[in-house]
């Protein structure tokens, strides 16, 4: 397999080779240095397996690179790599796509457990990420939106989701950033449909917008 590292700092694409080297499946490492290197690479060598990008890269952000590659390359695994140990990029990262999600200050050991863990067909999430909260991404609704989706029999919680939903968030990536399980995303998407009347997503973010609810509430 034909592994592709794209980070802009020599010393980690030179420990990641260390790290990719334990590895007999892996035959040949490309290195880039930028996005644009990377994407020359995928075009120009058939058989890449393995790409593991950094989530900040000079030339573009990696999350935007590993849409493109997974809309291009889709038999290419993407690992993204980060100085960040952020959950709400993680949770980007994985719903965009990523096979797992590798902070660097890990170990060696814990990087090749975790390619290990990745070329068996799983997905690598750290738990040392997963134990921190995070804050939804949408802000606190206005009280005049509140309390019209009270009077319709939505939760808080409710609220939450459907706040998600205006984002264009999916049940899965949801579930990630409230941290509840993704059947019980489900459950709440369909007691918001049935709040508002709707019959699909579309009509309720529609319908949520009608009683003054935003993504952006502030007020």
């Known amino acids: 397999m034909l592994a592709l590292i794209v980070d802009d700092h020599v010393l980690i694409r030179d420990a990641l080779r260390g790290v990719l080297g334990a590895f007999d499946d892996v035959s040949e490492i490309i290195e880039a240095a930028t996005a644009a290197d990377a994407e020359r690479a995928l075009d120009g060598t058939p058989g890449i397996g393995l790409v593991l990008l950094d989530l900040s890269l000079p030339d573009r952000d990696g999350l935007s690179l590993l849409k493109s590659i997974r809309s291009g390359h889709p038999g290419t695994s993407v690992v993204m790599l980060s100085a960040s140990e952020d959950r709400a990029k993680m949770n980007a990262a994985l719903e965009g796509g990523a096979a797992g999600f590798i902070p660097k200050s890990a170990t060696r050991e ?99 917008s009608s009683l003054g609810l935003s993504v952006d509430d502030s007020s």
């Open 110 to 208: 814990v990087m090749q457990g975790a390619l290990k863990l990745i070329f068996s067909g799983g997905i690598y999430v750290p738990p040392e990420i997963l134990t921190r909260p995070v804050t939804p991404p949408a802000a606190q609704p206005s009280p005049s939106a509140l309390r019209a989706t009270a009077k319709l029999g939505m939760t808080e919680r409710q609220v939450d989701v459907l706040q998600l939903m205006m984002q264009g968030m999916s049940n899965k990536a949801i579930c990630r950033v409230l941290d509840i399980a993704e059947p019980t995303v489900k459950n709440h998407v369909t007691a918001i449909l049935r709040a508002l009347g709707a019959t699909n997503r579309t009509e309720a973010v529609v319908a949520a």
